[in-house]
Structures are given as C-alpha cells and as structure tokens.
C-alpha cells in the first residue's frame, strides 16, 4: 500500500477485506506493532424476533453476567504473565531513568499489556455477536452516569496481595473493554440496545424491588433481608438491568401484551 509521507510498504493480510471499503488508517499500539485497518460497516446481526431482552452487568468478580444466570469472564492474563507483569513493573521502578535497562523492562510490559488488549478485545467481539444473535433487546448500564467507582470499591472490598497495583493496573484496561463492548453491541444489534442508569442496581432486589444496602454484605453474593432472595449479586444487578430496560421500553412503545419473558416471581406481591 502505499501511504502518503512514507512510500510503498508492505503489510501481512491478516484477514479477507470486505468490498467497498472506503478508507484506512495506519497505527502503531504500545507493543510497537504496526495495523493497517480498513473501514467497513459491518452487516448488522437480525434479531432472533422471540420477544427475547437480556440485562447485561458490567461485573467486577466476572467480565459480564448475564439476567439469564450466565456469568462471563474476558480472558485476560493468565495467572503466570499476572505475575511476569509485576515483577516487571516491579523492575522498572528500579531501573534508572534513561537507562538501557529501563527502555528494555518497557518493551517487555508493552508487550504483555497488548497481549491482555488483544484477547479482551476478541472476547468483546464473541460475546456481541453471541448476545446480538439471541436476544431482541440488549439492557445495558448507561456508562456516561459515574459508575467509573465501582470497581475501585470492589476491589478495595476484598484487599489480597498487590491490589492497589493490580487495580490501578486493571482498571483502565477494564472500563476499555466494557465501552467496547457496548459499542461493537451497538454497531451489530443497531437499536436494539438499551441503556440504562446504573442507579441503585446492585442494591435492589430484583425479586421485590426493595433497595437495601446492607443486602449487599459481599463482593460476590446478594441476599434480600425483605424477601429473602438470594442470587450472585452480578446477575441480581444484570436482572435490574434487564427490568429498568423493560419499563424503559413499554413506556415508549405503549402497554405491551407480553411482559418481560424472564421474570422472577416477586414473593411480596404474591403474598400480599
Ligand atoms: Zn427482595
């Protein structure tokens, strides 16, 4: 190809380039490789049409839970490259600035933290194309609404070795991967996302709607002290979320003659 400034140069297909691309654009990421990517609108995903809506958690324990019950988690670093990446960084506080040493330290984090990019952005990639094909409406939290907290506290919550380090180090890293993921949901399922505001959502009960902090007491589990529904506090969030969307819905198109398909019994108004 050949690119203004440069001159001719050669470049690795690494995968078939769909018709009509219009335009594409040179970069270089922090491992110092170099992608030529062209832009194409990619065909969207049709929607299954049974009526079908998901909530979707950004979790903190798992990557994404699902209102179904289903907790997925990106494949980040494997525990081995975790700890090859702070013994790192652990090296390159040592190292004198300017220093050869210091330049080589730097590759090799680059290297590493690319890797996690890597497989966090395929991840993004399966899981909006595996929700897109069976789900009709797909709830997310609406990021823009500070939710950019959450996983500092959820880290603090449960304080092990390195946290500080491993949360400054993931966190970036972590609300990159969720954006992209609700961005790639909405270039494949157009319209058939809807956002939501995070507000109160891993803190009500998704069975009986009662907002209670305290029913919150770990990182990982939510127990109702109204109602007593227990259920891993991620999809309690996600089942929320799916909620918040349904009234978000119904309030737009009208009463509707199907609720949403998936929701719990709510033992309070049951026994009421
Ligand atoms: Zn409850």
Redesign the pocket.
């Known amino acids: 190809m050949k690119i203004p400034k440069v001159g001719w140069v050669r470049f690795r297909w690494s995968r078939a380039v769909p018709d009509a691309v219009k335009s594409f654009r040179v970069t270089r990421d922090r491992a110092g490789r170099w992608h030529v990517a062209f832009a194409a609108i990619p065909e969207s995903i049709p929607a299954p049409g049974a009526g079908q809506m998901v909530g979707v958690d950004r979790g903190v324990v798992v990557s994404a839970a699902l209102s179904t019950g289903e907790m997925l988690s990106a494949a980040g670093l494997r525990q081995a490259e975790k700890a090859r990446l702070l013994r790192l960084l652990r090296k390159l506080a040592r190292a004198r600035r300017g220093s050869c040493r210091r330049a080589m330290v730097k590759a090799a984090i680059a290297k590493l933290k690319a890797r996690e990019v890597d497989r966090r952005k395929d991840w993004a990639e399966k899981v909006s194309t595996d929700l897109a094909r069976r789900f009709d409406v797909i709830a997310v939290e609406d990021l823009k609404i500070g939710t950019m907290t959450r996983s500092a506290k959820g880290a603090t919550e449960r304080p092990g070795s390195n946290v500080g380090a491993k949360a400054g180090l993931n966190r970036g890293i972590l609300a990159a991967g969720w954006g992209r993921l609700v961005q790639r949901l909405e270039h494949k399922a157009p319209g058939r996302v809807v956002k939501v505001s995070p507000a109160y959502t891993s803190q009500r009960?998704?069975?009986?709607?009662?907002v209670?902090a305290k029913?919150r007491e770990s990182q990982a589990d939510f127990a109702?002290?109204?109602?007593?529904?227990a259920c891993n506090a991620d999809v309690n969030a996600a089942r929320n979320i799916e909620h918040a969307a349904g009234h978000a819905v119904s309030a737009r198109e009208g009463p509707r003659v199907a609720g949403p398909v998936h929701r719990e019994p709510?033992?309070?108004l049951l026994s009421a």
């Open positions: 009960c998704s069975a009986c709607g009662i209670d029913s109702c002290r109204s109602c007593g529904y709510r033992p309070v």
